[in-house]
């Protein structure tokens, strides 16, 4: 588990490949490494984060729970990613929670290390911010999204994006393993109508499912009813 940051090259995905080789050797001093087991939390809503999370495996889900106590997924997080860059900025508690999907590997690296570096070098200052401005962008297009679409436009394009983001293993399946209120939490819906909404289209031979995994049979049918059409 334990590496030297300066030799990883998960860091080369994220904002950490703008920081020098000195940067990255005193960050990998003081940085944590642990196995976050499947179902277990990296942080809860309402905790302090103080550091930021890199994910050298595995895949997480970044929820919020609503005041009816809905949860609503807003990202799946995986390899190369960063978590909690936004308590790098303010002082403020965790907004999200993120629990892991399947057994993670993650470094923690402290609040202090990683504001000196935001402090001494602007490219790694504007790559966390570059960052941030993605994750401001996706979440508004998700608030768009939740608005103005579907529930069965926006199961379509669920599958499209997951299947583009962790592409298909050697049954031609989506490479990650979703529950089925996992589902209903991305798309804003009770579990009983994403069952049902994923049944009418392998009923439509536009999907096929076996257990947890999905693989998409027909992709411009499923491109046609994210666009609404």
């Known amino acids: 588990m334990e590496g030297k940051c300066e030799q990883c090259i998960i860091r080369q995905f994220n904002s950490l490949k703008h920081l020098s080789r000195e940067e990255l050797v005193r960050m990998s001093n003081c940085k944590t490494s642990k196995v976050v087991k499947k179902g277990e939390a990296l942080f809860e809503e309402g905790e302090h984060i103080n550091g930021v999370f890199c994910i050298k495996n595995g895949i997480c889900k970044i929820s919020k729970m609503s005041e009816n106590g809905r949860n609503q997924i807003i990202s799946l997080v995986t390899k190369g990613d960063l978590l909690g860059e936004r308590s790098l900025i303010s002082d403020e508690v965790a907004n999200l929670k993120a629990i892991a ?20 070098n602007p490219n ?53 393993h979703l529950s089925r209120e996992d589902i209903a939490n991305i798309i804003g819906t009770a579990t009983e109508s994403a069952i ?13 499912f076996k257990g947890k995994d999905i693989s998409i049979i027909d992709k411009s049918e499923l491109e046609t009813i994210a666009q609404g059409f």
Do not use: H, W, Y
């Open 101 to 120: 999907l399947n057994d993670m590997e993650v470094c923690f690296i402290p609040k202090e290390e990683i504001i000196r570096d935001l402090e001494k």
């Open 124 to 176: 790694f200052s504007m790559g966390v911010l570059k960052d941030m401005a993605t994750s401001l962008k996706k979440a508004d297009n998700v608030i768009v999204d939740m608005a103005q679409k579907t529930v069965k436009q926006r199961l379509a394009e669920t599958i499209l994006n997951l299947e583009a983001k962790f592409g298909t293993n050697e049954e031609n399946a989506i490479d990650v």
């Open 196 to 208: 049902r909404l994923l049944s009418d289209l392998k009923k439509k031979k536009i999907i096929a």
